[in-house]
């Protein structure tokens, strides 16, 4: 399984310097999404299937599909629905779609004509794992959930936004704009083009 | 887990839960203060929990930590510079942020990550210590979310030592390939000549190493991280990041005897070598305080490394001498730059000290104290420091090394004593005073000053009980 191996490294690869030269993050993503699913084709040629689906589940699954909603939630606004459908191009997603799939026929292939056992190795019970990991390393997984802390306290700080005190005309200013949008909806949507920035 | 082996491990069960402690803390809305005093007491139960366990020792916990004499040394060095450091936030951050308290969560959990580096006798152990400091860092830098040269400075903090990382994982990758194994002392066993795996490994390991210590030529963050992150940070990365790896380095050169393998050992000789050059020779022309000291202590761990390189018990000794002298002299040197700066900028212009002799006569004296301290001038820490320093390498006929030490190290007077001629210039007229707020923390900061001044000269004058301390420790 040489040649699966080979393929999937190049599409690792391939993803992965896509990934840090797109200019949209969500463009990025999907590249990242590719690159994750080549690794975990990797290590299915291997013969380590576990792994394999330990790299979809947390990292394509989990880790994206975070990093997706966070983008998705920074981009709300009005004009980006307008810029969403000109981003949704098929060069977009012609792409990702192209070496994915790629990949999903080299797991066919894998699955269906692939030995069993390609690599020469000791086989390590699920079970044996995990009594290792809440065994003898306990302490290092307790020190990962330090290092978590560390991240989550960290990026709450940072990303902490500053409290804002307006003026009180501003705060009413701002009101009577939220009233009207709720009024009358279909004419500020009409307007978009000529409606003023409302006051942050 | 043994109880013996949970007793051990006492000093840093209680780090961790100082993190713990604070956050729940912030969650019963404390004040800064009593998060500060809560903060200062539980670093002080760190300390007084290493002498309570000193009788136990060695223990090993295996496969990850192992604690002996040295790691608690290290530790107990590491959790003094954060008392100081804590102190010195106080006053920093309550003028300047608004939100001063999520700080000593990250403090205490970065200084539980290079308290781990110091037990560390497994690669997962090292790894998991060095990131734990490493993400804490990244947000303690950019703290002041609202100034642009602390993001700046966290956001090439952050790129650069992921990057490392990813060398330091790599190396390890191929070491345990070679020798199937990740505890120190089974890769000691069952490495026999020296291969060329093991080599690339170690090569890929001294990367993120070097980057840590901010040796030549991974030296490129140091300035401007020095710059942009608030001076207490500055502080502590100057110290207690660099304490925890220069441990981790030590005992993992001395377990699998690292300095036996010719190529390492030029490796290492050569990274001393150029970094004590290019320290000294890139500080020659620095006006900014910050960034003075940042090419400083490349110098200084490059001074560090001339010590490190004869791996054998009186290398261990000479470097931790040093870097409990050099710590001594940098926090006080920026216990000062905290105390001048002003609500806009930290003060790292020259301005700030011209003629602070007329001014601050006290602070001054601290200032000219370190700076001589780091120059080695004789009768401060820095001179035994030093002088130890090269004994050491004289022992080992590094003659080299040496001789390079003490020619860069005339060229550093110039700009240590530049420093000092500024601080006795023409004073400007006095500004307007500006007001202290807090009385009780402005005593405490200058008491901790004037301590950390009187143990430089104590040391200078008297190294020989010190170095029984540290011997009995070893």
Redesign the interface.
Same mark, same amino acid.
């Given at each position: 399984m040489a040649t699966v191996f080979y393929i999937s490294s190049l599409i690792a690869i391939i993803a992965t310097i896509m990934v840090i030269t797109r200019h949209q993050p969500i463009h990025a993503l999907l590249y990242l999404v590719v690159s994750f699913m080549a690794v975990a084709v990797i290590f299915l040629s291997v013969g380590a299937p576990f792994i394999a689906a330990l790299e979809i589940i947390v990292y394509a699954g989990a880790i994206i599909v975070l990093f997706i909603f966070v983008t998705m939630m920074l981009n709300l606004g009005r004009e980006t629905a307008v810029q969403e459908k000109q981003w949704l191009q098929p060069k977009v997603w012609a792409g990702p779609s192209v070496l994915a799939f790629v990949l999903l026929a080299q797991m066919v292939i894998l699955l269906t004509k692939g030995n069993a056992a390609p690599m020469n190795m000791q086989i390590v019970e699920i079970k044996r794992v995990s009594v290792s990991l809440y065994g +003898?390393?306990? #302490?290092?997984l +307790? #020190?990962?959930g330090?290092?978590l802390?560390?991240?989550i306290?960290? =990026? =709450?700080?940072?990303g902490?936004h500053?409290k804002k005190h307006l003026h009180r005309f501003l705060q009413e200013d701002n009101n009577v704009e939220e009233q009207f949008q709720k009024r009358d909806p279909v004419t500020i949507i009409s307007e978009e083009k000529e409606a003023p920035e409302p006051v942050a | 887990?043994t109880p013996l082996q949970l007793t051990a491990l006492l000093p840093y069960i209680l780090l961790?839960a100082a993190?713990i402690v604070v956050?729940l803390l912030i969650a019963f809305k404390a004040s800064h203060t009593v998060i500060q005093v809560v903060g200062f007491l539980l670093m002080c139960g760190v300390a007084v929990s290493l002498f309570a366990v000193k009788e136990l020792l060695p223990v090993s /916990? !295996?496969? $990850?930590?192992e604690i002996d004499g040295f790691a608690l040394l290290f530790t107990g060095l590491i959790i003094f510079c954060v008392l100081v450091v804590g102190l010195f936030s106080f006053i920093y951050f309550e003028e300047r942020e608004?939100?001063p308290k999520?700080y000593y /969560? !990250?403090l205490f $959990?970065?200084t $539980? &990550?290079a308290a781990?580096m110091t037990i560390s006798r497994h690669f /997962?152990?090292l790894f /998991? &210590?060095l990131?734990?400091l490493s993400?804490?860092l990244?947000? $303690?830098i950019?703290?002041l979310?609202?100034r642009n040269n602390a993001v700046e400075a &966290?956001m090439k903090y952050l790129v650069l030592a992921a990057l490392s990382s990813a060398f330091l994982l790599f190396g390890m990758a191929l070491i345990y390939m070679e020798t199937g194994s990740m505890e120190f002392s089974a890769i000691a066993q069952k490495l026999g000549a020296s291969s060329a795996l093991f080599i690339t490994g170690i090569g890929l390991m001294v990367v993120a190493i070097g980057f840590k210590l901010a040796l030549v030529p991974f030296h490129f963050w140091a300035a401007d991280v020095y710059q942009g992150a608030p001076s207490p940070v500055t502080s502590f990365i100057a110290t207690v990041s660099k304490i925890g790896v220069f441990a981790v380095l030590l005992r993992f050169a001395q377990t699998i005897h690292l300095q036996s393998y010719p190529l390492a050992y030029f490796i290492f000789a050569a990274i001393a070598i150029i970094s004590m050059i290019a320290g000294n020779l890139l500080a020659l022309q620095q006006q900014n305080i910050k960034r003075l000291l940042a090419y400083s202590s490349i110098s200084h761990f490059g001074y560090l490394l001339v010590a490190f390189l004869p791996g054998n018990a009186g290398s261990n000794e000479a470097v931790f001498f040093y870097l409990a002298a050099y710590s001594l002299t940098i926090l006080s040197a920026f216990g000062i730059i905290t105390l001048l700066s002003n609500r806009q900028q930290d003060a790292d212009h020259p301005d700030f000290y011209r003629g602070l002799f007329w001014r601050n006569p006290l602070m001054a004296t601290v200032l000219t104290a370190a700076m001589l301290s780091l120059a080695g001038i004789p009768l401060t820490a820095g001179f035994m420091g030093k002088f130890i320093v090269l004994t050491t390498g004289v022992r080992q006929g590094l003659w080299l090394p040496v001789l390079v030490l003490v020619v860069t190290s005339v060229f550093g007077l110039y700009y240590y004593l530049r420093i000092i001629s500024l601080l006795f210039a023409e004073a400007p007229a006095a500004g307007p005073k500006e007001k202290t707020l807090h009385p009780f923390f402005y005593t405490a900061t200058y008491t901790a000053l004037i301590v950390l001044v009187l143990l430089l000269v104590w040391i200078g004058v008297f190294p020989s009980g010190v170095i029984e301390g540290i011997k009995a420790f070893l």
């Open positions: +003898e390393y306990i #302490l290092a +307790e #020190l990962a330090f290092l802390m560390a991240g306290v960290g =990026a =709450a700080h940072i902490k500053k | 887990m961790a993190s956050i /916990i !295996l496969p $990850l930590f608004e939100n999520e /969560i !990250l $959990l970065s $539980l &990550g781990t /997962i152990s /998991i &210590g990131e734990i993400v804490s990244y947000a $303690l950019a703290y979310r609202t &966290g």
